[in-house]
């Protein structure tokens, strides 16, 4: 069976949306903008993270927010009171502990608070690294398609990697999620899985 194929079609299936990670000019702008996208449509958060990037211009800026200004910004986003804390911290600890530069190391990411492994690894592929975020849309393609026995997401993501070259896991959070937000409905989706499966 060829997987990469099975990717390929996946990704002209998907229209060429924006999603929360891409496409920000700073590395803490990528990383917070994740933070606030767990659990919320990307449509809600990039406005939200543009309103809160305009008002706070660097990490150090945002180390020193206050935590009822964050939350009355990023109020749009669910769970926002929990993300505004989360967001408040981090910025902290990546200002005294870091120098202002955010690890590049998953070890590092997850001890900052509001960054499971989805979102670590989510942020590292968005650099470019050999990383794959395994999010609700990554679960539930991989397991329709077979690709994942598990539905655990570290351990999905343990056969996603054992499954695809190293040169294409930051491709497959991007495109899977792409598929997943274009094809809203279950049927819809389920459809074309099993044509991509049985093709």
Known sequence: MNYIKQLRELEKLGKNIKLAA????????????????????DEVTIPTAKRLFSRYKTIGALAKANLKDIEKIIKPVN?????????????????????????GDIELLI??????????????????????????HVSYISQKLGWAKSKIPHKIEEELKSLFPKRLWKELNPILVRFGKTHTSKKKKDEHLNKIKNS
Do not use: C
Not at 22 to 41: G, H, V
Not at 117 to 124: E, G, Q
């Open 79 to 103: 769970f926002y009171k929990n993300k505004a804390k989360n967001i408040l911290n981090s910025a902290k600890i990546l200002t005294k502990e870091h120098k202002n530069k955010i690890p």
């Open 22 to 41: 891409e496409a920000w000019d700073k590395e803490w702008q990528t990383l917070i903008s994740t933070i606030m996208s767990a659990r919320t449509k």
């Open 111 to 136: 001890k900052l608070p509001g960054v499971g492994r989805k979102t670590a690894n989510v942020f590292l592929s968005e650099l470019g690294k050999a990383a794959i975020g395994v999010d609700t």
